[in-house]
């Protein structure tokens, strides 16, 4: 179902803006165009807006979408990155919340009224609850688990010390107060949560912000894309903190162990009060700690060397490697 039949045929007109949903778009387009058809359909429609910035128009065929769709497309021959492409986004944002979903999420009808809602209380960024789009395959339930598990639902509702990353909602203008430094950190969601932190704001989950993702059907796509966004964390991480060699030394030293330990103590700890998630954690540990172990290497590699080619390549896994084998 295309955008045609969304919303009031496409010729609504908005009343005040309160959230603008984000979606940035590559190559693959089927996907895609489910998932703005599912932002077009939700329940406060009339209060939001989207926005996506399409980084594979001059590759794809065009997406069909009513016109109060805002659509950015990136000239071929500008070569532009995911941090940049949600830079442009939050840059053409009117709401007071932007919420950031990837064109693999596929919102639940109310998603965009539950990120609101969460938003009446005082936090700067919300996370959303997870379930999986594609739940057919071993490696796609074991992709999810070893990504989202902390954010997986059922999750706590209220204050949390971690959110995730790519599907992550904030207020605009605490956004806006990076300036340039967003073309970084805007790569990598957890930098800027630890940086909100440490200004003395607090982040939440919402636990009925339900979305939808879509994983990896082969293993090998799932490590690609973890050691290049680990790879990215961590070379945006030293350059945004004027970290010295010397503690990106020792940074890069300890991430292969001490980076694998961390998380899966986090993710134990996670699992009070959400029994249904301990047999999928159990399953998936194969999965769980290979991933660990070749994101710790792009992470150690980030903060001794940087970013390498890691932006060119996070956007390829991204937006334009299929995750359903022959999609």
């Given at each position: 179902?295309?955008?045609?039949?969304?919303?009031?045929?496409?010729?609504?007109?908005?009343?005040?803006?309160?959230?603008?949903?984000?979606?940035?778009?590559?190559?693959?387009?089927?996907?895609?165009?489910?998932?703005?058809?599912?932002?077009?359909?939700?329940?406060?429609?009339?209060?939001?807006?989207?926005?996506?910035?399409?980084?594979?128009?001059?590759?794809?065929?065009?997406?069909?979408?009513?016109?109060?769709?805002?659509?950015?497309?990136?000239?071929?021959?500008?070569?532009?990155?995911?941090?940049?492409?949600?830079m442009d986004a939050v840059k053409k944002a009117s709401g007071d919340i932007i919420a950031f979903i990837e064109d693999h999420s596929f919102a639940h009808p109310d998603w965009a009224e539950n990120v609101a809602k969460a938003f009446e209380g005082p936090w700067a960024a919300v996370g959303y609850s997870v379930?999986?789009?594609?739940?057919?395959?071993?490696?796609?339930?074991?992709?999810?688990?070893?990504?989202?598990?902390?954010?997986?639902?059922?999750?706590?509702?209220?204050?949390?010390?971690?959110?995730?990353?790519?599907?992550?909602?904030?207020?605009?203008?605490?956004?806006?107060?990076?300036?340039?430094?967003?073309?970084?950190?805007?790569?990598?969601?957890?930098?800027?949560?630890?940086?909100?932190?440490?200004?003395?704001?607090?982040?939440?989950?919402?636990?009925?912000?339900?979305?939808?993702?879509?994983?990896?059907?082969?293993?090998?796509?799932?490590?690609?894309?973890?050691?290049?966004?680990?790879?990215?964390?961590?070379?945006?991480?030293?350059?945004?903190?004027?970290?010295?060699?010397?503690?990106?030394?020792?940074?890069?030293?300890?991430?292969?162990?001490?980076?694998?330990?961390?998380?899966?103590?986090?993710?134990?700890?996670?699992?009070?009060?959400?029994?249904?998630?301990?047999?999928?954690?159990?399953?998936?540990?194969?999965?769980?700690?290979?991933?660990?172990?070749?994101?710790a290497i792009g992470e150690s590699l980030g903060y001794l060397f940087g970013a390498g080619r890691s932006a060119e390549d996070f956007n390829r896994w991204e937006l334009m490697q299929p995750r359903i084998k022959n999609s």
């Amino acid at each position: 179902m295309g955008f045609e039949t969304c919303g009031h045929e496409g010729t609504q007109v908005l009343e005040k803006v309160i959230l603008s949903a984000a979606m940035i778009t590559g190559t693959c387009r089927e996907r895609a165009q489910e998932a703005l058809d599912v932002l077009c359909r939700q329940t406060i429609i009339d209060k939001m807006e989207i926005i996506v910035v399409d980084l594979g128009a001059s590759m794809s065929k065009p997406f069909t979408y009513p016109p109060s769709v805002r659509v950015i497309v990136m000239p071929k021959s500008q070569e532009t990155f995911w941090a940049a492409a949600r830079m442009d986004a939050v840059k053409k944002a009117s709401g007071d919340i932007i919420a950031f979903i990837e064109d693999h999420s596929f919102a639940h009808p109310d998603w965009a009224e539950n990120v609101a809602k969460a938003f009446e209380g005082p936090w700067a960024a919300v996370g959303y609850s997870v379930v999986n789009a594609n739940p057919q395959s071993y490696a796609s339930r074991a992709g999810l688990v070893s990504d989202y598990i902390l954010w997986m639902s059922p999750v706590l509702e209220g204050k949390a010390k971690l959110l995730p990353g790519n599907n992550v909602a904030y207020r605009r203008e605490l956004l806006e107060h990076f300036g340039k430094r967003l073309e970084f950190d805007l790569g990598v969601d957890f930098n800027i949560h630890q940086a909100l932190r440490k200004q003395g704001h607090s982040l939440a989950m919402s636990a009925t912000a339900l979305i939808a993702h879509q994983n990896f059907e082969r293993v090998g796509g799932l490590l690609r894309a973890n050691y290049h966004y680990c790879r990215l964390l961590a070379a945006n991480r030293a350059s945004s903190q004027n970290w010295n060699v010397l503690r990106r030394i020792l940074y890069s030293a300890g991430a292969p162990i001490g980076a694998p330990v961390i998380k899966l103590i986090r993710i134990v700890k996670s699992l009070r009060g959400r029994s249904a998630l301990v047999w999928p954690f159990i399953s998936s540990i194969p999965v769980i700690l290979l991933t660990f172990l070749v994101s710790a290497i792009g992470e150690s590699l980030g903060y001794l060397f940087g970013a390498g080619r890691s932006a060119e390549d996070f956007n390829r896994w991204e937006l334009m490697q299929p995750r359903i084998k022959n999609s």
